[in-house]
């Protein structure tokens, strides 16, 4: 039995293990940070609603915008890929912002980027104009980076007992507005009549004001700024400001941030590359779209519903094992969609397990990935990590569409399953050296 897989506390206690920079602070300290650690994720899961309101329209209405504004039924696509870019371009200067001067102002700013992006988009879809669409798109994928950040953000002064649960609680509130998003569509086509422009843009204008609420209530109530704190409380050698040279490093020499980066990165690839085609496959098999969008509803609540749940399980049961937990989910996930791929009942039951397991490997991993490094590296690794699971996600869904096209959808789920099964190996393999 190798020494170094079980030696790890995270494998064999309910009690992790205290990360490179978590001190034991006095009983006043102790208070203080508690009383700041409330309000942090408390603001953070209200701005994650408000923010959720661009974010949850522009994922109902891309495919729809896109058709519509270019003609091409081909790039339809194309604005939702957009936004994930656009993501994956803020995460990096957003962790940099919050490197130097903290989560309020780096949180902040990217709301207001995606608050400039949905009014661009509002006007793009009044105009008719394509290439604004684009534009408009890429930069509400900044609101998604900061949605991203937000989970970390609710670790700086958790302790590392309750780390899990206070960055699934801001997971948890992003289906508020994933939910929220498309219910106020409604809403958004009677705004649009009052104001005299095309009814699809009234929903972006809601998204407009609700992300711009969310910069407002981060920069007014996040004070002291949660990872200020941090680094007042860290060990004086931990505090500095580390290159994006030095964070790919610390993510290459330390197993538990390396371990932490795979397992995020490929849950969210595979989870998109099945998400994004089977709607499309089942809908070729005859689904309506009522059916269709019931079955992404599921989805949706598989990856947000239960976060604290996994939270919970990445407190107790620890790290590592949630991980793996999340990745037989996937694996489950994609077995399901190949055995059953001509049932709508059986791939609606593998969008669920999918987003079940995307939810037990983010939650965890993300949590093994703030323990892993001390309070100065943590925003530009914790940058890396999400910009490289936006780039997943955009290279996943992208490649999607040309595995199905040149093999079928149960040759997508296979493949799939396989990286599911390759992260785990690697998980296993890399901790027990």
């Known amino acids: ?71 091409a039924e081909s790039l339809a696509g194309l604005p939702t890929t957009v936004l994930t870019l656009g993501a994956a371009a803020a995460g990096l200067p957003l ?18 980027i995606a608050t400039a992006g949905a009014a661009v ?49 801001v997971v948890w509130t992003t289906m508020v507005g994933a939910v929220a998003g498309p219910a106020v569509l409604p809403l958004g086509a009677d705004l649009a009549s009052l104001l005299h422009v095309d009814e699809l843009a009234g929903p972006f204008i809601i998204g407009a004001a609700g992300t711009a609420a969310a910069a407002a209530v981060l920069w007014i109530g996040l004070r002291p700024d949660p990872l200020h704190v941090a680094a007042d409380r860290a060990p004086a050698a931990a505090v500095s400001k580390p290159s994006l040279a030095q964070g790919f490093e610390t993510i290459r020499r330390h197993a538990g941030a390396r371990n932490a980066v795979v397992s995020v990165v490929s849950a969210h690839a595979v989870m998109v590359a099945v998400m994004a085609l089977t709607p499309v496959h089942m809908s070729h098999g ?41 990745q037989a989910l996937l694996l489950a996930g994609c077995v399901t969609g190949f055995a059953l791929n001509e049932s709508q009942a059986g791939l609606v039951v593998a969008l669920v397990l999918l987003g079940l397991g995307w939810s037990a490997a983010t939650v965890a991993g993300s949590t093994m990935l703030t323990d892993s490094v001390d ?20 290279i996943a869904g992208a490649t999607a569409g040309v595995v199905v096209g040149l093999f079928g959808y149960p040759v997508l789920v296979l493949a799939a399953g396989a990286v599911s099964v390759a992260a785990a190996a690697y998980l296993v393999v890399d901790r027990a050296r």
Do not use: K
């Open 1 to 71: 039995m190798p020494g170094g897989l079980w030696r790890n506390t995270d494998w064999v206690s309910n009690r992790p293990s205290p990360g490179p920079s978590d001190t034991v602070l006095s009983t006043s300290d102790d208070g203080f940070r508690r009383r700041v650690q409330r309000r942090t994720v408390a603001l953070l899961c209200f701005a994650q609603v408000l923010g959720g309101l661009a974010m949850g329209s522009s994922l109902a209405l891309g495919a729809i915008l896109g058709e519509q504004l270019s003609g």
């Open 95 to 112: 962790a940099a912002l919050a490197q130097r001067s903290g989560r309020r102002p780096a949180l902040a700013t990217g709301f207001l």
């Open 121 to 169: 988009v509002a006007s793009a879809v009044d105009l008719g104009w394509f290439p604004l669409l684009l534009l408009g798109m890429a930069g509400i994928g900044s609101g998604t980076a900061v949605s991203l950040q937000s989970r970390f953000a609710a670790t700086d002064l958790a302790t590392p007992r309750t780390r899990g649960r206070d960055l699934s609680l």
């Open 286 to 326: 005859g689904a309506s779209l009522t059916v269709v969008g019931l079955s992404i509803s599921a989805h949706v609540a598989g990856m947000y519903a239960l976060a604290p749940v996994m939270g919970i399980l990445t407190d107790r049961l620890g790290r590592v094992p949630t991980v793996l937990i999340g």
């Open 375 to 394: 309070v100065a590296m943590r925003p530009r690794v914790q940058g890396i990590s999400d910009t490289s699971m936006s780039l997943a996600g955009a």
